[in-house]
Nanobody, 118 residues
Framework: QVQLVESGGGLVQPGGSLRLSCAAS????????MGWYRRAPGKQRELVAK?????????SYADFVKGRFTISRDNAKNTVYLQMTSLKPEDTAVYYC??????????WGQGTQVTVSS
């Protein structure tokens, strides 16, 4: 059974930083693309950042987080991270971890709340 457990969300002031973690079990994460999405109140879920699988892993970011957020992965720990800096109130959302392999499946975490407010 595949499980994704996110952690690291919380309340932070504008300009602050948070690091989200997503620990996967039941998969070999190196075979999966790993990414972070978010859903803000009243909006649809959107891609934040993702890393492709394999030795030639590629990273992509949504324009609204470029230069502020960094995605990384530790395949030995089956974990993907999202380092968020210079946070803005508009970054307030529930952040979801996703792992995807086109043959083996597409899985989501339960989400972690990030609130940016003074």
């Amino acid at each position: 059974q595949v499980q994704l457990v996110e952690s690291g969300g919380g309340l932070v002031q504008p300009g602050g930083s948070l690091r989200l973690s997503c620990a996967a079990s039941g998969i070999i994460s190196s075979y999966y693309d790993m990414g972070w999405y978010r859903r803000a109140p009243g909006k649809q879920r959107e891609l934040v950042a993702k890393l492709t699988s394999g030795s030639g892993s590629r990273t992509s970011y949504a324009d609204f987080v470029k230069g502020r957020f960094t995605i990384s992965r530790d395949n030995a720990k089956n974990t993907v991270y999202l380092q968020m800096t210079s946070l803005k109130p508009e970054d307030t959302a529930v952040y979801y971890c996703n792992v995807k392999n086109y043959l083996m499946g597409d899985y989501w975490g339960q989400g972690t709340q990030v609130t940016v407010s003074s």
